[in-house]
C-alpha cells in the first residue's frame, strides 16, 4: 500500500473519531464526561491537522468530512446511540472504538512501503492516539 494510501485511510479514520466524539458530549449526561469528550474531540482534531498536512506534502487530497461508510463511523454511530442509554455503555463503545483506531495506526506503522517522513508523522500523532485508547480504558473503568 502506498504511503498516500495508508495515510489517507488513517485521516479518514480520525475524522470519523473528531466527529463520534463530538456527538457523544452531545449526548452524554454527566457534564465532567460531555467535557472530557469535548477535549478528545480537540485534540483528535489537531492529529486530524498533523495527517492531513502529511496527506497534502505527499500530494493527496486532504480530508475535510467523515467516511459515512467506515467501519469505524459505524462504530462511532453505535457510541452515539448508546448514549440514548447511558454514559456506561458509551464509555465501553468509547474504548472499543479507542481500540480500534490504536490497532489501526499500529498496523501503519508495520508497514514497510512507507518513506522516513510519512512514518515519522504516524509515529509523532500514534502518541495521541494512544492517549484516546488510555481515556477509553479511563472512563470505561468509571462508569462501569
Known amino acids: 500500500m502506498s504511503a498516500n494510501t495508508v495515510l489517507k ?5 480520525a475524522f470519523d473519531s473528531v ?7 452531545e449526548k452524554a ?3 465532567q464526561l460531555k467535557q472530557a469528550l469535548m477535549d478528545r474531540a480537540a485534540k483528535r482534531e489537531q492529529t486530524v491537522a498533523t495527517l492531513n498536512a502529511e496527506v497534502e506534502r505527499q500530494g ?13 463511523h459505524q462504530m462511532w454511530l453505535g457510541i452515539t446511540s448508546a ?9 465501553e463503545r ?4 479507542e481500540d480500534y483506531i490504536k490497532g489501526k495506526f499500529e498496523a501503519a506503522l508495520e508497514d514497510d512501503d512507507l518513506d522516513p517522513q510519512s512514518r515519522a ?10 492517549e484516546g485508547e488510555q481515556f477509553g480504558d479511563s472512563i470505561e473503568k468509571q462508569y462501569d
Open 60 to 72: 493527496g487530497e486532504l480530508v475535510t468530512k467523515g467516511t459515512m461508510t467506515g467501519e469505524l
Open 94 to 97: 468509547v474504548e472499543e472504538g
Open 19 to 25: 466527529e463520534g466524539y463530538r456527538k457523544a458530549a
Open 83 to 91: 448514549f440514548e442509554n447511558d454514559d456506561e455503555a458509551a464509555a
Open 121 to 130: 508523522v504516524i509515529q509523532q500523532v500514534y502518541a495521541e492516539i494512544c
Open 9 to 13: 485511510t488513517l485521516t479518514d479514520t
Open 29 to 31: 449526561n454527566n457534564p
